[in-house]
């Protein structure tokens, strides 16, 4: 099995930065793909960005292009969501998820383990 924890949440004014990070542990060898999605209360769980585990493939979701980057540290087993510019339509609980399996990276069902998720708040 693997596990993920989230962390890196918080208050943030509209045009500033976060960053998260995504610790995993476990069977982190079986991985392909790791990513990161948001929900915001009453809205389904959205695809923010994605990157491979052995390279250096990343994939971004349209409303966060140019903004947000994705990055991962294979000897920390980490992987890192830099958020820039934010905007209050950002404000959402973050998850970070991993698979072994390849698939769609912007589809939730193409991922097998989930973290707990951290908020960000983005006040106008």
């Known amino acids: 099995q693997v596990q993920l924890v989230e962390s890196g949440g918080g208050l943030v004014q509209v045009g500033g930065s976060l960053r998260l990070a995504c610790a995993a542990s476990g069977r982190t060898f079986i991985l392909i793909t790791m990513g990161w999605f948001r929900q915001a209360p009453g809205r389904e769980r959205e695809f923010v960005a994605a990157?491979?585990?052995?390279?250096?493939?990343?994939w971004y979701g349209d409303s966060v292009k140019g903004r947000f980057a994705i990055s991962r540290d294979n000897a920390k087993n980490t992987v890192y969501l830099e958020m820039n510019t934010l905007k209050p339509q950002d404000t959402a609980v973050y998850y970070c998820?991993?698979?072994?399996?390849?698939?769609?990276?912007?589809?939730?069902?193409?991922?097998?383990?989930w973290g707990q998720g951290t908020q960000v708040t983005v006040s106008s």
């Open positions: 998820a991993s698979t072994p399996r390849s698939g769609s990276v912007s589809s939730t069902d193409t991922y097998d383990y």
């Open positions: 990157v491979s585990w052995a390279g250096s493939s990343t």
